[in-house]
């Protein structure tokens, strides 16, 4: 009995262990970036404020309509008094004709609905609405924009990881090589051919590159979990698919842009503009504030104070803002200077996402000749480690030479791995400072 529960839970733990792992190819993970990154989650939530603030300033279009009511009671009448007639007076007068106590207010109720419907506000609704209406694109592009840091994020860590299992591999090819050697040396030590100091070398490299597994097999779980959490998927641990390959891709010119067109593509230079038409129409507000406004309406009021009583009427009403404009003038002012600086640093910022374009494109092109470097070196270092293990089984150069030679082929096999990753990665930034 004890070996049939021992079995059900040991199946339990494999099926929660397999359900908690994951292999990812990229478009995968950048697709569960988009769906689950927290950054996307604010910037969508600030698009859905920004239309709350959009559905607010549309309804200034209409009436303002507001209502007042209110009712009392007092333990006394509020106007209480007794009549005193004179003796002469009292004479004449029929009695009960004139009360002798007037009691008046002890209760009552008003009430009063009134609605304004504005006719000129010097044009500030029909710019609140243009300023909300500005104020949600800006939010969609920033959207976007995070969008494509997500997007970078997630390629990054995807090619960490990629070239971090590439070094596994690398590093796995060197410790046959080195255990084949050891096994080698071990028969040569014990016929004699060689010293015992090449089996110690042998085996203190050996130990070099176990320990550089090591290192790499927790740099790999920690990008795991950094990648997991980027995505949405904390507690996941994540695998890649890895694309990448041994043939040098080529140089990708097609993804070349004209850079003076492909600015006013980005999501950057895009905000700039939205930053000086979000100005203009606060210079537009600022003015429309100082101007008379009109508007015209229609209230009615109830109230049984002293008898029922009601009343109606419509009104039209106009204000001048008179004092208003002392100061009013040089808020003005102060935003057209503000938009003066809006139009310029949209200019600034222009030219200098322009050179960040430059600069992408020259980092793609050097991304390039490194990678096609690294490749040659691979060749080299391999001819390298054949010519000195074959010297060394004849007996004509030195054990260090030959686990020199290994260092290098390992060396070369990783500068590959991370100039293809880097390259991958360049594109990708270019792609985005393009508008691509």
């Given at each position: 009995m004890k070996k049939i529960i021992t079995i059900i839970l040991c199946s339990v733990c494999c099926n929660a262990i397999a359900t908690a792992q994951g292999t990812y190819t990229l478009e995968q993970l950048k697709q569960l970036a988009v769906e689950n990154n927290y950054n996307l989650r604010s910037a969508r939530n600030a698009i859905q404020q920004s239309k709350e603030v959009q559905s607010e300033a549309f309804t200034k279009y209409f009436p303002q309509v507001s209502a007042l009511g209110f009712g009392f009671q007092n333990?006394?009448?509020?106007?209480?008094?007794?009549?005193?007639?004179?003796?002469?007076?009292?004479?004449i007068v029929p009695e009960g004709l004139i009360p002798a106590n007037?009691?008046?207010?002890?209760?009552?109720?008003?009430?009063?609905?009134?609605?304004?419907?504005?006719?000129?506000?010097g044009g500030q609704i029909i710019n609140g609405n243009k300023l909300a209406k500005v104020g949600v694109e800006?939010?969609?592009?920033?959207?976007?924009?995070?969008?494509?840091?997500?997007?970078?994020?997630?390629?990054?860590?995807?090619?960490?990881?990629?070239?971090?299992?590439?070094?596994?591999?690398?590093?796995?090819?060197?410790?046959?090589?080195?255990?084949?050697?050891?096994?080698?040396?071990?028969?040569?030590?014990?016929?004699?051919?060689?010293?015992?100091?090449?089996?110690?070398?042998?085996?203190?490299?050996?130990?070099?590159?176990?320990?550089?597994?090591?290192?790499?097999?927790?740099?790999l779980a920690t990008v795991s979990q950094l990648l997991a959490q980027h995505i949405g998927k904390t507690g996941e641990t994540i695998d890649v698919v890895s694309s990448a390959t041994e043939a040098v891709p080529a140089l990708p010119i097609a993804l070349r842009q004209d850079h003076q067109s492909a600015l006013a593509a980005t999501p950057q230079y895009r905000l700039l503009e939205k930053n000086v038409e979000s100005?203009?129409?606060?210079?537009k507000l600022k003015v429309g504030q100082n101007m008379p406004s009109v508007g015209v309406g229609a209230s009615?009021?109830?109230?049984?104070?002293?008898?029922?009583?009601?009343?109606?009427?419509?009104f039209a009403a106009v204000q001048v803002p008179i004092s208003g404009w002392w100061g009013g003038s040089h808020a003005i002012k102060r935003q057209k200077l503000a938009l003066q600086d809006?139009?310029?640093?949209?200019?600034?910022?222009?030219?200098?996402?322009?050179?960040?374009?430059?600069?992408?494109?020259?980092?793609?092109?050097?991304?390039?000749?490194?990678?096609?470097?690294?490749?040659?070196?691979?060749?080299?270092?391999?001819?390298?480690?054949?010519?000195?293990?074959?010297?060394?089984?004849?007996?004509?150069?030195?054990?260090?030479?030959?686990?020199?030679?290994?260092?290098?082929?390992?060396?070369?096999?990783?500068?590959?791995?991370?100039?293809?990753?880097?390259?991958?990665?360049?594109?990708?930034?270019?792609?985005?400072?393009?508008?691509?």
């Open positions: 333990n006394k009448p509020m106007i209480d008094y007794d009549i005193e007639l004179p003796e002469a007076l009292a004479a007037i009691s008046l207010m002890k209760k009552g109720v008003y009430g009063s609905v009134s609605a304004i419907q504005p006719v000129f506000m800006a939010s969609e592009l920033q959207l976007e924009a995070s969008e494509d840091q997500v997007e970078l994020t997630t390629e990054q860590y995807y090619w960490q990881m990629v070239s971090l299992k590439e070094k596994q591999q690398t590093l796995k090819a060197v410790l046959d090589m080195l255990e084949t050697l050891e096994k080698d040396v071990s028969n040569m030590v014990r016929v004699g051919a060689v010293n015992r100091n090449d089996l110690l070398q042998v085996q203190l490299r050996k130990g070099e590159v176990e320990t550089a597994q090591l290192e790499l097999e927790n740099g100005h203009r129409l606060q210079h009615y009021s109830y109230n049984d104070f002293f008898e029922k009583s009601s009343s109606a009427m419509i809006a139009q310029e640093q949209m200019e600034d910022n222009g030219q200098k996402l322009i050179i960040r374009m430059n600069n992408a494109w020259a980092a793609v092109e050097t991304s390039h000749k490194k990678l096609l470097i690294a490749h040659d070196a691979i060749e080299q270092a391999e001819e390298n480690l054949r010519l000195n293990r074959d010297y060394y089984r004849v007996g004509s150069t030195k054990m260090s030479d030959l686990l020199l030679a290994q260092q290098q082929y390992q060396l070369a096999r990783d500068r590959y791995t991370d100039a293809f990753a880097d390259f991958q990665t360049k594109q990708l930034e270019y792609r985005q400072a393009t508008g691509q």
